[in-house]
């Protein structure tokens, strides 16, 4: 089909046939690193004292691309008085077997409520930290849980 040579300046002026945009780049795709608490005992804002002790199990998925010589754990921290502080009691940490599945962590605040430096806040706050460890001696944080806070 042939159009005058009218017809066919109508249409590159309207730009009818052609487009000038150019594609919009695909984000790039976020990490899924997951830590999920299953169960939490005592519950987030129930009363708890020097020997109670916190029971959780977690379930983690490390994304398909993530990459660590060192390995990964999984860490129950608790805030301390400094707001950019946090730290663990005994029995705190779980070195993670395989890129999926649940771990279970207990802590008595025993191990933690009277410490000094740093000290714990009160009331007792804490998260669980799913970490990519870097070194023999370091890690950073790849995902964690919203913070529980208990009753004193």
């Known amino acids: 089909m042939r159009f005058g040579a009218g ?8 730009g009818c046939g052609e487009t000038d945009e150019t594609p919009t780049p695909t984000p790039p795709v976020a990490s899924k690193n997951e830590l999920t608490i299953a169960t939490l005992t005592p519950a987030a804002g129930a009363l708890v004292s020097r020997s ?7 379930n983690y998925n490390l994304d398909d691309s993530e990459k660590s010589e060192y390995g990964y ?3 129950l921290q608790f805030q301390s008085t400094n707001p950019s502080t ?7 940490t779980v070195v993670l077997p395989n890129r999926k599945g ?7 605040l025993s191990s933690i409520w009277d410490r000094t430096n740093p000290a714990p806040l009160h009331p007792i706050t804490c998260y669980f930290y799913l970490q990519r460890l870097t070194s023999a001696t370091s890690s950073e944080v790849i995902a964690k849980t919203s913070a529980i806070t208990f009753t004193e």
């Open 102 to 108: 649940t771990v279970s962590i207990s802590t008595p």
């Open 86 to 92: 946090t730290f663990s009691g005994s029995n705190g």
């Open 7 to 14: 017809l066919t300046l109508t249409f590159a002026l309207l």
């Open 73 to 75: 754990r999984v860490t």
């Open 52 to 58: 109670t002790t916190v029971t959780a199990t977690l």
